[in-house]
């Protein structure tokens, strides 16, 4: 791993890739609040969907996520940025990684600093914050386009105006009273799903800390008893050079129980639905025959379909809108599948699902959706999903 200086750059991958900013968390230590910024070759935001941060934790391109605060790569806690440089758009010139700091000054934050890392884990990059003092905002650092490929620089740049000052120097409109800020930690422990209030699709609402393993092979994995039981919750998993990918739920032996995704392709990057046990963690069998990295997130870090989606392979959507027609099509030759998932609020039986298209090789169907719920997509290839046919 290289260790940068203040505005040193080198190359990196043009690949998948995992940025942590990390810090030692403690009595007094404000918390921070990692954003990524996707600019053009003005250096501006083309729209304010080129911010992703808590609020907005997925570009419209599905590039760039936020995945939330976890364990850091080396210890303490972090804030995560997962980025695919190989699909971000030709438009964008410079994703720019930067953070706020609640509640006081990145000058209180000790062992603060940015990691570049390959989804298996293997570092690139680290910089070392070591000169910040009153600044509420920080840009730790860019990845840029350079000759057909892709660098990352340490910038370390301060700013005392807090994150709102640091969008609108970047070309995001924010109003005073309603800068992005921070939201407050929520209790613990947090509520099941049955608790929460004010959304037909109250899973939203529910956050715990990303979850990440990485292995090859078979491998059964538990996952922390922290997540909230009866909760619905997103599983990615990514695999490139596979031959195939296959993901299950267990039972209360750890025996293989429900088929939540299998893949074909040889780069996968998938996505699908898990519902945590009220008696027990969640536990998932993933085989794979090359290393494979899984993650299981908060149903809040799946994509929203307003209006139009594209995507490629298994997905997880969001669908919040009303009654109505789904137009569905297809460019792979095997299986496409979309399922829609709507809550009960019935522990024994938490979901009703409707399957909305089967068909095998390339489609062009409308099929009718009953109203808010989770899209389950299956796909070998590449789809487009729209809402009113």
Same mark, same amino acid.
């Given at each position: 791993?290289?260790?940068?200086?203040?505005?040193?750059?080198?190359?990196?991958?043009?690949?998948?890739?995992?940025?942590?900013?990390?810090?030692?968390?403690?009595?007094?230590?404000?918390?921070?609040?990692?954003?990524?910024?996707?600019?053009?070759?003005?250096?501006?935001?083309?729209?304010?969907?080129?911010?992703?941060?808590?609020?907005?934790?997925?570009?419209?391109?599905?590039?760039?996520?936020?995945?939330?605060?976890?364990?850091?790569?080396?210890?303490?806690?972090?804030?995560?940025?997962?980025?695919?440089?190989?699909?971000?758009?030709?438009?964008?010139?410079?994703?720019?990684?930067?953070?706020?700091?609640?509640?006081?000054?990145?000058?209180?934050?000790?062992?603060?600093?940015?990691?570049?890392?390959?989804?298996?884990?293997?570092?690139?990059?680290?910089?070392?914050?070591?000169?910040?003092?009153?600044?509420?905002?920080?840009?730790?650092?860019?990845?840029?386009?350079?000759?057909?490929?892709?660098?990352?620089?340490?910038?370390?740049?301060?700013?005392?105006?807090?994150?709102?000052?640091?969008?609108?120097?970047?070309?995001?409109?924010?109003?005073?009273?309603?800068?992005?800020?921070?939201?407050?930690?929520?209790?613990?422990?947090?509520?099941?799903?049955?608790?929460?209030?004010?959304?037909?699709?109250?899973?939203?609402?529910?956050?715990?800390?990303?979850?990440?393993?990485?292995?090859?092979?078979?491998?059964?994995?538990?996952?922390?008893?922290?997540?909230?039981?009866?909760?619905?919750?997103?599983?990615?998993?990514?695999?490139?050079?596979?031959?195939?990918?296959?993901?299950?739920?267990?039972?209360?032996?750890?025996?293989?129980?429900?088929?939540?995704?299998?893949?074909?392709?040889?780069?996968?990057? $998938? !996505?699908?639905?898990?519902?945590? /046990?009220?008696?027990? @963690?969640?536990? &998932?069998?993933?085989? +794979? *025959?090359?290393? #494979? =990295?899984?993650?299981?997130?908060?149903?809040?870090?799946?994509?929203?379909?307003?209006?139009?989606?594209?995507?490629?392979?298994?997905?997880?959507?969001?669908?919040?809108?009303?009654?109505?027609?789904?137009?569905?099509?297809?460019?792979?030759?095997?299986?496409?599948?979309?399922?829609?998932?709507?809550?009960?609020?019935?522990?024994?039986?938490?979901?009703?699902?409707?399957?909305?298209?089967?068909?095998? $090789? !390339?489609?062009?169907?409308?099929? /009718?959706?009953?109203? @808010?719920?989770? &899209?389950?997509?299956? +796909? *070998?290839?590449? #789809? =487009?999903?729209?809402?009113?046919?």
């Amino acid at each position: 791993m290289t260790q940068m200086a203040k505005g040193s750059n080198l190359p990196v991958p043009t690949e998948t890739l995992q940025v942590a900013v990390s810090w030692q968390h403690g009595p007094g230590v404000p918390d921070v609040d990692v954003s990524a910024l996707l600019l053009d070759a003005t250096g501006r935001v083309r729209s304010d969907a080129d911010l992703v941060f808590y609020n907005q934790p997925a570009h419209p391109s599905g590039t760039v996520r936020h995945l939330g605060k976890g364990e850091g790569t080396g210890g303490g806690t972090a804030d995560w940025i997962w980025l695919d440089l190989a699909a971000v758009e030709p438009a964008v010139d410079r994703v720019v990684v930067s953070a706020s700091a609640d509640g006081g000054r990145f000058g209180q934050i000790p062992q603060l600093d940015i990691r570049v890392a390959l989804p298996a884990g293997q570092p690139i990059a680290s910089f070392a914050i070591t000169d910040a003092s009153t600044e509420t905002a920080f840009v730790f650092g860019e990845f840029y386009r350079r000759n057909g490929s892709w660098k990352f620089r340490a910038v370390g740049q301060g700013y005392d105006s807090g994150l709102a000052g640091l969008a609108t120097d970047f070309g995001i409109s924010v109003e005073e009273e309603q800068a992005p800020q921070v939201p407050p930690a929520p209790p613990m422990p947090v509520p099941p799903p049955a608790q929460v209030q004010g959304s037909p699709l109250p899973d939203l609402a529910v956050e715990f800390p990303p979850f990440v393993h990485q292995a090859t092979g078979k491998h059964r994995v538990v996952c922390p008893p922290s997540m909230p039981p009866g909760c619905r919750v997103v599983v990615e998993v990514e695999c490139r050079r596979s031959i195939s990918v296959t993901v299950y739920s267990c039972d209360e032996y750890g025996r293989t129980d429900e088929l939540l995704l299998d893949a074909y392709e040889d780069e996968v990057h $998938g !996505r699908t639905l898990a519902t945590v /046990p009220h008696d027990r @963690p969640l536990s &998932l069998s993933v085989e +794979a *025959d090359k290393p #494979w =990295t899984l993650r299981v997130l908060p149903l809040c870090h799946a994509r929203r379909l307003a209006h139009t989606l594209h995507g490629q392979g298994p997905d997880l959507l969001v669908y919040e809108g009303p009654a109505g027609v789904l137009s569905f099509t297809h460019q792979g030759e095997s299986n496409f599948t979309a399922w829609h998932h709507t809550p009960t609020g019935n522990p024994d039986w938490p979901d009703d699902i409707e399957l909305l298209v089967n068909e095998v $090789g !390339r489609l062009d169907v409308l099929a /009718p959706v009953q109203g @808010p719920g989770v &899209l389950r997509i299956g +796909a *070998d290839g590449s #789809w =487009t999903i729209s809402v009113g046919g």
